[in-house]
């Protein structure tokens, strides 16, 4: 059984230039603080991450803060802020922020007050992109880094926060980017790493592979590379669509009595919600995961939680039915045949669920 991945939201496989930039860095002996040309060494490859990571999302280097991931880089822009937002975001950010900002049904966020709130770019279930309105504390750019055009210098944000494993680098490697001048104070305290502002010996190996990861993500998008993973959704979409079984697309189409809204909003090149009423979304992966697909029924980092999906709860989808949703996320080199072998082996699977039933 040939297995087939479509979970790049989850984590995206690693890149063959952040393989090879994480072995090289295998190789240097020197701590990036120390003074003798080892460290010094260490040090060079490290700002060369930094740079490029910079270059890759309009950024300037010094702005950027490595950390462990983007858990650890929202809890420096976030904790004891009093910030707001909007219960879709994800529970990294969740946890340090009152989530009372309203979702309308098709995912899309009203702001009343920019400098106190954090608002994600990109939803990792839905792929629903948000407008981020000017003078924004913070965003989460951790979903659309990799697969969106992005000029952070000209975003109006204070704080962005990103991790390398969305964009094929390694997992547990992240960063803050904080703009000029502003202020955080450090939660891990010690040596003077990052500027002060996060103590630690830096993650040498991670961060190099970082760097490259994100100087190929740039290239795919020069190229076109997420236009045609746009396409290639779009052939999945369609072929769901037309199968003549009930299912929803949230962020494609509302609910209830919030249908007829208009202008419908932007979504992720790689991304697709569906639900299918009746069938469980943990049901859904592992029938699925036997068939030999990787999918998921929302965030990895929910995962084995079983319940409803608060994003589309929060969208107003009934708790029934957004309980019943699968997260379907590709990137390049998917194919058209690919994704209609899933959509097969997945209409099949539904059949037999609801015949069963």
Not at 133 to 138: C, K, Q, R, T
Not at 252 to 257: A, I, L, V, Y
Not at 327 to 335: A, D, E, F, K, Q
Request: proline content about 5%; hydrophobic content about 45%.
């Amino acid at each position: 059984m040939q297995r087939l991945y479509l979970d790049w939201n989850a984590t995206a496989p690693i890149r063959a230039e952040a393989r090879a930039a994480m072995l090289a860095a295998m190789d240097l002996l020197g701590n990036p603080s120390s003074v003798h040309s080892e460290g010094r060494a260490a040090k060079a490859l490290m700002e060369k991450a930094r740079a490029q990571i910079a270059a890759a999302i309009g950024a300037d280097g010094q702005d950027i803060v490595f950390t462990s991931g983007a858990t650890e880089a929202a809890s420096l822009a976030l904790e004891g802020r009093g910030i707001a937002c909007a219960p879709i975001e994800h529970d990294a950010v969740k946890v340090w922020c009152d989530p009372v900002l309203p979702v309308d049904g098709l995912g899309r966020v009203q702001v009343p007050e920019p400098a106190r709130a954090t608002l994600q770019l990109a939803n990792s279930e839905t792929g629903v992109i948000q407008p981020l309105p000017e003078g924004l504390w913070a965003s989460d750019l951790t979903q659309a880094f990799g697969k969106l055009p992005l000029a952070y210098n000209w975003m109006g944000l204070t704080a962005g926060i990103v991790s390398a494993h969305k964009l094929g680098g390694p997992k547990g490697v992240g960063a803050l980017i904080l703009r000029r001048g502003t202020e955080i104070a450090a939660r891990l305290r010690g040596g003077g790493q990052e500027m002060g502002r996060r103590a630690g010996t830096e993650n040498l190996i991670g961060i190099a592979g970082f760097g490259a990861a994100a100087e190929a993500a740039a290239r795919d998008l020069a190229d076109g590379l997420w236009d045609e993973v746009a396409e290639i959704r779009n052939i999945l979409k369609s072929a769901l669509e037309d199968c003549g079984e009930t299912l929803y697309f949230p962020g494609w189409e509302t609910s209830g009595d919030q249908a007829g809204i208009a202008g419908a909003p932007q979504i992720l090149p790689n991304t697709l919600s569906v639900i299918s009423p009746g069938w469980k979304g943990e049901t859904q992966v592992m029938r699925l995961d036997l068939l030999g697909f990787a999918v998921s029924a929302g965030s990895a980092c929910s995962s084995g939680k079983v319940r409803a999906s608060q994003v589309l709860r929060a969208m107003g989808w009934p708790e029934e039915d957004a309980g019943c949703a699968l997260r379907i996320s590709i990137g390049p080199g998917v194919t058209r045949e690919d994704v209609l072998r899933f959509a097969d082996g997945f209409v099949a699977a539904l059949r037999k669920h609801r015949t069963r039933r």
